[in-house]
T-cell receptor, first 115, second 117 residues
Framework: AQTVTQSQPEMSVQEAETVTLSCTYD???????LFWYKQPPSRQMILVIR??????QNATENRFSVNFQKAAKSFSLKISDSQLGDTAMYFC????????????FGTGTRLTVIP | GAVVSQHPSWVICKSGTSVKIECRSL??????MFWYRQFPKQSLMLMAT?????????EQGVEKDKFLINHASLTLSTLTVTSAHPEDSSFYIC?????????????FGPGTRLTVL
């Protein structure tokens, strides 16, 4: 079974500053994907960033980057130059590469960007 | 990008009635769709996997007779909450992987808020 843990229920950051959200996971799979999703008040799930486990290079999408440590099963999200629109729930998620393609979600971190 | 729609976006019903929620993939075919439930301030929990042309697969603890899933076509899956009760009030979200993409990227519907009175 796969489990995803987010140990920070709530975080806050000043606008323009940098914040890191933590995520750890447990799996016996060797090939998988990891994701960070954003859920704003509209509740539409929005993909922020994706990492393939077989890639050693950390994924980057503009102001968003990850620190993927496969051996430690850690997958943190760094948001640089935080903007007010980044205020949302952030979910870390795991998906096996083969077989069932459902996502396993962490409990989420509520991020508030303070003006 | 790929789009998944859900209908209705919100519904209020009386206890004991049944409610049907539709999930459609608008610009790709989805042989599989996933149904999640999200209680307030909680995470998304997988309820079931909807398979086109075959029976749905339910997660442990989810009553298949209460949450009927039908995947009638490659673009439509429906979730029917039968004999709804107040404890079924929740936010229901569907997702569909686009197997035409290398990583089977999933696309989420906007969700359906169900309130049972």
């Amino acid at each position: 079974a796969q489990t995803v843990t987010q140990s920070q229920p709530e975080m806050s950051v000043q606008e323009a500053e940098t914040v890191t959200l933590s995520c750890t996971y447990d799996t016996s799979e060797n090939n998988y994907y990891l994701f960070w999703y954003k859920q704003p008040p509209s509740r539409q799930m929005i993909l922020v960033i994706r990492q393939e486990a077989y890639k050693q290079q950390n994924a980057t999408e503009n102001r968003f980057s990850v620190n993927f440590q496969k051996a430690a099963k850690s997958f943190s999200l760094k948001i640089s130059d935080s903007q007010l629109g980044d205020t949302a729930m952030y979910f870390c998620a795991f998906m096996k590469q083969t077989g069932a393609n459902n996502l396993f979600f962490g409990t989420g971190t509520r991020l508030t960007v303070i003006p | 990008g790929a789009v998944v729609s859900q209908h209705p976006s919100w519904v209020i019903c009386k206890s004991g009635t049944s409610v049907k929620i539709e999930c459609r993939s608008l610009d790709f075919q989805a042989t599989t769709m996933f149904w999640y439930r999200q209680f307030p301030k909680q995470s998304l929990m997988l309820m079931a996997t909807s398979n086109e042309g075959s029976k749905a697969t339910y997660e442990q603890g989810v009553e298949k007779d209460k949450f009927l899933i039908n995947h009638a076509s490659l673009t439509l899956s429906t979730l029917t909450v039968t004999s709804a009760h107040p404890e079924d009030s929740s936010f229901y979200i569907c997702s569909a992987p686009n197997r035409g993409l290398e990583n089977n990227e999933q696309f989420f519907g906007p969700g359906t808020r169900l309130t049972v009175l």
